[in-house]
């Protein structure tokens, strides 16, 4: 099916938060890692969301180039066209954009969009984070007010955080500490700034301990259960429904099912999801490798096994492997078998 329009995207989300799961947002790198998600979430029936980071876009436009928006316009192109060979629905969105990166990275995109509605075609994106996770809040959510209009006259959705995640991501790091939790006055101080969709949508990533890449056990103290108070605390001042912000569950790499799981419960949608994938497709390629070492190097003068070294041969296992680990988030997030188009 094409890449979701704004209303299937909006639908996506809302059928996500009335139905008590989650869509798992995977970040991609190149063409073979864009197929794994896409064959994992058909396996899986399930919609997603497919999304790339400043980091990705620069790898997408090439190593020796630092063209992060046209790396990732050309990510949106190849999607775009692949998708239509799958049965579900995927939406792109462009991750972490802190403040050094809005000039080449999310304002040139939100302006190749404009320029799409113009035309009468739909936004190149379907959302985009800012993250300003390292500036004081108050800049983060002035940042964040001065994009929400753009965005929503695109129809498109804006995604922020609020609060820290620790580890680091694609240059952007923060410690392990009580940073890494967001409390009730810093959502309301959000809801004060950005309103509760009046305004625009827009997907808040609460911070609960949140630490992109994966730890060992005992470094990582997640608390799923604050999002309850968060939402609760919103709901009771401002006389709304239940669970009142649309939330992103950052950092999610080797949480526990019960973490998951409660942090849904609680209001999120959207799961990102880098570390584990990446981890499931480069293990692939290191088993092919080892178990096929003389097949991969022409030793001792011999001509090594072009059906063993053919990049299509290795990669073809590396993306079901990949695809694999799609599908188990799609189960732990509750999208298995839950497309639109099912």
Avoid at 215 to 232: F, H, S
Wanted: net charge negative; proline share 4%.
């Amino acid at each position: 099916m094409p890449v979701a329009s704004p209303d299937q995207y909006a639908e996506m989300l809302n059928r996500a938060k009335e139905g008590g799961f989650a869509y798992p947002a995977i970040n991609v790198s190149s063409s073979q890692t864009i197929n794994a998600v896409l064959q994992g979430l058909t396996e899986a029936g399930s919609d997603g969301i497919i999304q790339v980071t400043t980091g990705g876009a620069d790898y997408f436009a090439g190593q020796t180039r630092t063209a992060r928006a046209s790396g990732a316009l050309a990510m949106a192109a190849f999607v775009t066209e692949v998708a239509k060979n799958y049965p579900i629905t995927v939406a792109l969105h462009t991750d972490h954009c802190p403040k050094n990166a809005l000039d080449s990275f999310l304002l040139p995109l939100l302006e190749a969009s404009e320029e799409a509605v113009k035309a009468g075609r739909e936004p190149i994106f379907q959302s985009h984070m800012w993250d300003g996770s390292a500036v004081p809040l108050e800049e983060n959510l002035q940042i964040a007010k001065e994009l929400l209009p753009r965005i929503k006259n695109n129809g498109q959705i804006l995604e922020v955080e609020i609060g820290v995640v620790g580890g680091e991501e694609d240059g952007v790091a923060a410690e392990i500490n009580d940073k890494l939790y967001t409390d009730l006055d810093d959502a309301i101080a959000t809801a004060e700034a950005l309103g509760l969709g009046e305004q625009g949508r827009y997907m808040a990533a609460l911070t609960f301990g949140n630490v992109h890449g994966v730890y060992k056990p005992g470094n990582v103290k997640l608390r799923p259960e604050i999002l309850a108070d968060i939402q609760q605390g919103l709901a009771d001042k401002y006389g709304t429904a239940p669970k009142p912000l649309d939330l992103v569950f950052h950092g999610g790499s080797g949480s526990s099912d019960e973490e998951i799981a409660t942090a849904v419960a609680n209001g999120v949608i959207k799961m990102n999801i880098d570390t584990d994938t990446q981890y499931a497709y480069s293990r692939s390629v290191a088993d092919t490798v080892l178990k096929n070492y003389d097949g991969f190097l022409k030793i001792d003068g011999e001509v090594g096994n072009k059906k063993v070294y053919d990049p299509r041969s290795w990669g073809k296992k590396a993306e079901s492997a990949m695809a694999a680990r799609v599908i188990e988030a799609t189960k732990q997030l509750g999208s298995y078998g839950k497309s639109q188009s099912i």
